[in-house]
């Protein structure tokens, strides 16, 4: 008990040193697996950490190629790669988003909103060139029948594999990043709900060997989303200026009738055409063996119109929001102006030609009443 009481008043134990030095304890444990790589007693574990795992030789016909299936040890891979995340998460932070915000003097709320934008902007760019190399480098771009034909994709190109367990990495990496960085409460089950969301998906698209078009789809998304939180940088910078926003709305509505459609393809139409299959456990589609009978299908593919349908509804509910309040503005900005043109022209002086009028009588200049003009009698 003695020793828990001086652990938890260490400096090394409290709150504020976890929160400012994360990012160099997370530096630490890496360069620590890159040193274990320098010894051969060691150097086996250490791969553990850096390398997917699970490798198999598939015969083609061309060869050998090497690919790879999902496993236990994935998640020593991916226990790396959170702390790598958590090293970038802070040099984007540090030498990029806090000198911008320095500049802008941004209020506590917009402030936040900023380094969430910022953070999110360099990860779905990063993410968008990298899916994109990916999707075209292994033709499922120019060959759409690949996303569905050969089902269950148990085996994987290593970039392939890698970019999801990246991917995993990064948005379970997000959960501490809440307690790191000093989240506002108000903005928690937002964030919660997100990162929530792009695990399902990513870990659900992995597990049932739906890597192909977990690819397509996580293309799309990020596209989308890069726009809009890029709307938003630019908004923080200049209110007026909102033109990207307008821009991400088409790419939104855009990404989202692919999505739809690309499930209902190869979810409704491509995977009925492979659905008798052997189980085989120790092939690895244990979880596709399940998933791909007709009832699990059309289960899953109806949640996933009923998702993309209320997103959809609150995407309009937004926009009809965003448009009546401009319209409220510019209503409002016209009846002001109009308002400052009456009180500028009631202020300019009349001219008369002589005198002014007072209680509907004409008066002279210097305040006397003109004299009255007799008329001669006839």
């Not at 090394?12 to 274990?36: R, T, Y």
């Not at 190109?157 to 501490?176: E, G, M, S």
């Not at 008369?352 to 004409?362: F, K, L, P, Q, T």
Request: with cysteine; glycine share 4%.
């Amino acid at each position: 008990m003695a020793f828990r009481r001086r652990a938890k008043s260490h400096p090394l134990f409290s709150q504020e040193f976890l929160i400012h030095n994360h990012a160099d304890i997370g530096f630490c444990l890496v360069l620590s697996v890159f040193i274990a790589l320098m010894f051969e007693v060691t150097a086996k574990t250490a791969f553990l950490f850096i390398l997917p795992q699970y490798n198999v030789s598939v015969p083609t016909a061309d060869g050998e190629l090497v690919q790879y299936h999902y496993g236990l040890k994935d998640l020593v891979t991916i226990l790396f790669y959170i702390f790598i995340a958590i090293i970038l998460h802070a040099v984007v932070q540090e030498y990029a988003l806090d000198k911008i915000n320095r500049r802008l003097h941004l209020s506590k709320v917009k402030h936040s909103k900023f380094n969430e934008s910022g953070q999110l902007v360099a990860f779905h760019l990063t993410s968008l060139i990298w899916c994109l190399y990916v999707v075209v480098t292994e033709g499922y771009i120019s060959n759409p029948r690949s996303l569905w034909e050969n089902y269950p994709h148990v085996y994987l190109p290593f970039q392939v594999k890698f970019f999801y367990l990246c991917q995993l990495a990064y948005w379970l990496h997000a959960l501490p990043e809440l307690y790191f960085q000093k989240v506002r409460k108000e903005d928690i089950p937002r964030q919660l709900q997100c990162i929530a969301l792009y695990l399902a998906h990513i870990a659900g698209a992995y597990l049932l060997n739906l890597s192909r078009l977990g690819l397509i789809l996580l293309l799309l998304q990020y596209l989308a989303e890069f726009f809009f939180h890029m709307a938003r940088l630019v908004y923080f910078t200049d209110e007026n200026n909102e033109k990207l926003f307008n821009v991400w709305a088409v790419v939104f509505v855009v990404t989202r009738l692919f999505t739809l459609t690309l499930y209902i393809l190869v979810i409704g139409f491509g995977l009925p055409r492979v659905e008798n299959q052997a189980l085989e456990p120790e092939r690895g589609n244990l979880f596709s063996f399940l998933f791909n009978n007709i009832l699990f299908r059309m289960s899953v593919l109806l949640l996933v119109c009923l998702f993309q349908a209320s997103v959809m509804w609150r995407f309009i509910h937004f926009q009809l929001r965003r448009w009546r309040e401009y319209w409220h503005e510019q209503s409002s900005r016209k009846r002001a102006a109009a308002a400052t043109a009456g009180a500028k022209q009631q202020a300019k002086p009349l001219k008369r030609d002589s005198g002014y009028h007072e209680n509907g009588v004409v008066k002279a200049e210097n305040g006397t009443s003109p004299r009255t003009k007799k008329l001669k009698s006839p």
